[in-house]
């Protein structure tokens, strides 16, 4: 089973995992007169997936990047500290990048990197 699955859609293994979590502050969060944060902190935990594929196909990139075209996805990952956890999640800026071109074959490989923001 593929390590990442986007709405039921197996996803190559990237080549690189970063998941960061944040939190989110109400807008009453700032600082005082004196420089102390008085902080409101509404949400904690929120997930974001930094993904980055390397040396993938033109047949892959599109595969990932179809995957990923919709406003709101729902992303299963199977082997975080947490065990198995689905979530929803929409997608952020999206890199594509030529790596290599063989002339030879006519062929492309990529780089595509993009994050995944949990609602």
């Known amino acids: 089973m593929a390590?990442?699955?986007i709405d039921g859609i197996n996803m190559p293994t990237p080549s690189s995992f970063r998941m960061p979590m944040m939190d989110i502050d109400s807008e009453?969060?700032?600082r005082n007169e004196l420089?102390?944060?008085q902080r409101d902190r509404i949400r904690q935990g929120i997930r974001k997936f930094e993904l980055e594929y390397k040396g993938i196909t033109?047949?892959?990139l599109v595969?990932?990047?179809t995957a990923v075209k919709p406003e709101k996805v729902s992303v299963t990952f199977l082997r975080s500290p947490w065990g198995e956890i689905t979530l929803d999640m929409y997608?952020?800026?999206r890199i594509a990048e030529i790596v290599k071109y063989d002339e030879?074959?006519?062929?492309m490989y990529w780089k595509?990197?993009?994050?995944l923001v949990e609602f």
């Open 35 to 37: 420089g102390y944060m």
């Open 63 to 65: 595969t990932i990047a």
């Open 3 to 5: 390590m990442i699955v």
């Open 28 to 30: 009453d969060t700032k």
């Open 112 to 115: 595509y990197s993009f994050n």
């Open 91 to 93: 997608v952020g800026d």
């Open 58 to 60: 033109s047949e892959q």
């Open 104 to 107: 030879d074959y006519n062929k």
